[in-house]
C-alpha cells in the first residue's frame, strides 16, 4: 500500500520539495528570534501536503500519456492500481491540508503555494509541456517556487538578495536536471506525444542548450558572495563541485550524449542540494564551530 501512495505522489520529489523549503526557512530564520516548533513543522506539513496533492493530481491529468509511455505506465493511476475518482479525493484532500497549513504559516507562503500549484497543474500541465519544446523553462517557476515558500514562511521579502540567490539556483538547475532526462528517455516522451528537445532538435543542439544553462547554474553559485554571505563553506563546498559538474558535462558533451550520463545527472542533483545549504550551513556553523 505504501509502495502505491509513494508512486502516486512521487515521494521522492515530495522530500526533495520539503529539503528546499527547509533551505529557505533556515536562511530567513533570525538568529535571535525564538524557536517555534509549531510554525517550523506547519511549514514543512504543508509543503509535504501540497507538493502531494499537486504530483498525484498531475497524475490524473496526464493519464493518457502516461498510459503511452513505457517509462510511467506503471504509475498507479495509469496501470490501474488506483482508479482517477480516487486519486481525485486523495489529491484534493492533501491540497486542501497543505493549503491550510502553509497560511497558518504565514499568508504569503499560502499564496505561493497555490501559485505554484496553478502554474504547474494548470498552465505547464495543460499548456506548456504539451506545446512546446522549451517548456522546461518556464516550468522550472513552480519548481523553484519551493524554496521561496520556506523563505517568506518567516515574514521575510520575497525579494531578498538571499531569496533571489535560492530561487535562481532551483530555477536554473531544472533545465540540465530535465534535459538529460529528456535525452535519456528520448523515445518515451515520443511515444507519449511530450514535445522535447532531443527529439525536436536533436541531441547535439540539446546538449549545446544545456551547455549554456549549465554554465548559467554554476555561474550563479560561484558568484554567490554577491547574494549571501559566505565564508570557509563557500569553498569547501562550492568550487570543487562546480569543478565536477563542468568535467562531467564535457565529458557528457564530448561523447554527443552516449556516455557519461548518470555521472553527470548525478553530480547536477546532488550539487543543486550543496548550493541551496551553503548559506544554512554558513549562517548556522556558529552553533558547531567557534567563530574565529
Known amino acids: ?38 510554525h517550523f513543522l506547519s511549514l514543512l506539513g ?3 501536503f501540497l507538493s502531494s496533492g499537486s504530483l498525484s493530481l498531475n497524475q490524473i491529468q496526464e493519464l493518457k500519456i502516461d498510459r503511452k509511455m513505457p517509462r510511467t505506465a506503471k504509475r498507479p ?7 482517477p475518482a480516487a486519486a481525485a479525493i486523495l489529491s484534493i484532500t492533501f491540497l486542501f491540508i497543505g493549503s491550510n497549513l502553509l497560511f ?6 499560502g499564496l505561493l503555494g497555490w501559485l505554484t500549484v496553478i502554474l504547474y497543474n494548470g498552465v505547464y500541465t495543460y499548456w506548456w509541456k504539451p506545446k512546446w519544446i522549451f517548456a522546461a523553462i518556464p516550468g522550472a517557476i513552480p519548481g523553484a517556487l519551493p524554496v521561496s515558500i ?14 533571489i540567490y535560492l530561487f535562481s539556483i532551483l530555477f536554473l538547475w531544472q533545465m540540465p536536471h530535465f534535459w538529460a532526462l529528456a535525452i535519456r528517455f528520448k523515445d518515451d516522451y515520443a511515444k507519449g506525444g511530450v514535445p522535447t528537445l532531443p527529439a525536436a532538435l536533436g541531441i547535439h543542439k540539446t546538449l549545446f542548450h544545456m551547455g549554456l544553462w549549465t554554465f548559467l547554474y554554476v555561474f550563479v ?21 562546480t569543478f565536477k559538474i563542468l568535467q562531467e558535462f564535457w565529458r557528457f558533451y564530448r561523447s554527443d550524449g552516449r556516455e557519461r550520463w548518470l555521472a553527470f545527472f548525478m553530480w547536477v542533483n546532488v550539487s543543486v542540494l550543496i548550493f541551496l545549504y551553503i548559506p544554512v550551513l554558513d549562517k548556522w556553523s556558529f552553533l558547531f564551530l567557534p567563530r574565529v
Do not use: C
Open 1 to 38: 500500500m505504501f509502495r502505491i501512495y509513494a508512486d502516486l505522489t512521487k515521494f521522492g520529489i515530495v522530500i526533495f520539495v520539503v529539503l528546499a523549503g527547509l533551505a529557505g526557512y533556515a536562511t530567513s530564520y533570525e538568529v535571535e528570534k525564538v524557536f517555534d516548533w509549531h
Open 46 to 48: 504543508g509543503l509535504f
Open 77 to 83: 493511476v495509469a496501470s490501474g492500481k488506483i482508479q
Open 104 to 109: 497558518k504559516t504565514a499568508e504569503m507562503a
Open 150 to 163: 520556506g523563505y517568506v514562511a518567516n515574514g521575510a521579502s520575497f525579494f531578498n538578495l538571499d531569496s
Open 221 to 241: 553559485a560561484v558568484a554567490s558572495p554577491w547574494f549571501i554571505h559566505v565564508s570557509w563553506v563557500y569553498i569547501l563546498g562550492v568550487f570543487p563541485v
